[in-house]
């Protein structure tokens, strides 16, 4: 399995992560986008060799409240890469045929291939995340009577953790950011939304209404994050208030986990590459 990137924001493995201990607003970098643009420069030409090596997939999961900032970190960090090998997933309200499986079906069904980048947007810590907060939803996913529903947290976590270890083991990388961006700035950032024309498409009368749960919120990420990172599936806590700071950041973690793969490009036998020159020698006397 591959070695998580080390970093200051990455959750510890032991348990004691604090969300009141983690920053919001980061380090205030100058040069955030010449960072996120040499980062992006590699990842094109590790994604390539992801790609034709074809032993590993990666996953990344983007993880915020409402305005974190998910769909352009989405946009900037993967800039330039080869669409062909890199697919987007948002995971919204269960359909009633995902609900008619459990809860991890559907992210199966959505996992990257081997040489390839699977990104979700929101993920099956949704079922840890807002379920949580609204416990009455799981009067609507249809679970056995004998469920209970006093541990069914610490059971979906132990779920989480077995699927999770099951993808490492079989050469998946996977990367956890959650976006930490603090109260204020998702605030200031729905004002933009009501007072910026070309934003209001983005604002959702929910989302006021879920700022009200805050603080069930920050203790459900806080419970998920310290039961779920992993060295095999480790947890980054960006902060999420400064937009440039976050993305470089995290295009960083990634290049890093790829590169700590030495990934390789697949050479041909011994046998089809003693008759390169032949091939060559025919291409040649046809083009003449």
């Not at 960072?35 to 983007?62: F, G, N, W």
């Not at 960090?77 to 948002?90: F, K």
């Not at 004998?146 to 050469?171: T, Y």
């Not at 700035?185 to 070309?198: H, I, T, W, Y």
Request: with cysteine.
């Amino acid at each position: 399995m591959f070695k998580a990137p080390k970093s200051r924001y990455r959750v510890p493995f032991n348990g004691k992560f604090r969300i009141a201990d983690a920053t919001t607003k980061g380090r205030r970098v100058s040069r955030n986008q010449h960072r996120l643009e040499k980062a992006t420069d590699s990842m094109r030409s590790l994604q390539k060799a992801l790609y034709a090596a074809d032993r590993h997939s990666v996953l990344i999961v983007l993880q915020g409240m409402d305005a974190a900032g998910k769909d352009s970190t989405t946009r900037a960090v993967m800039t330039g890469i080869n669409p062909a090998g890199c697919h987007v997933v948002s995971f919204k309200k269960p359909t009633s045929n995902e609900i008619d499986h459990d809860f991890l079906w559907r992210i199966y069904r959505a996992l990257p291939e081997r040489g390839r980048i699977g990104i979700f947007n929101r993920s099956h810590y949704e079922e840890v995340l807002i379920v949580r907060v609204h416990p009455e939803i799981l009067d609507g996913q249809k679970l056995p009577a004998d469920v209970d529903r006093d541990s069914i947290w610490e059971d979906r976590f132990e779920s989480i953790r077995n699927f999770e270890r099951h993808l490492a083991l079989n050469g998946t990388v996977l990367l956890k950011f959650w976006l930490n961006v603090s109260r204020d700035e998702q605030r200031k950032r729905f004002l933009s939304r009501l007072n910026e024309p070309d934003k209001h498409w983005k604002f959702n009368p929910a989302d006021i209404d879920e700022r009200e749960h805050w603080d069930d919120y920050m203790h459900a990420y806080e419970d998920a994050l310290n039961a779920t990172s992993r060295s095999w599936a480790p947890w980054y806590a960006i902060p999420a208030d400064n937009k440039p700071y976050m993305r470089a950041t995290i295009a960083e973690i990634i290049v890093e986990a790829l590169e700590g793969l030495g990934l390789e490009y697949p050479a041909p036998d011994a046998g089809a590459m003693a008759k390169f020159d032949d091939y060559r020698k025919a291409l040649d006397e046809t083009d003449g």
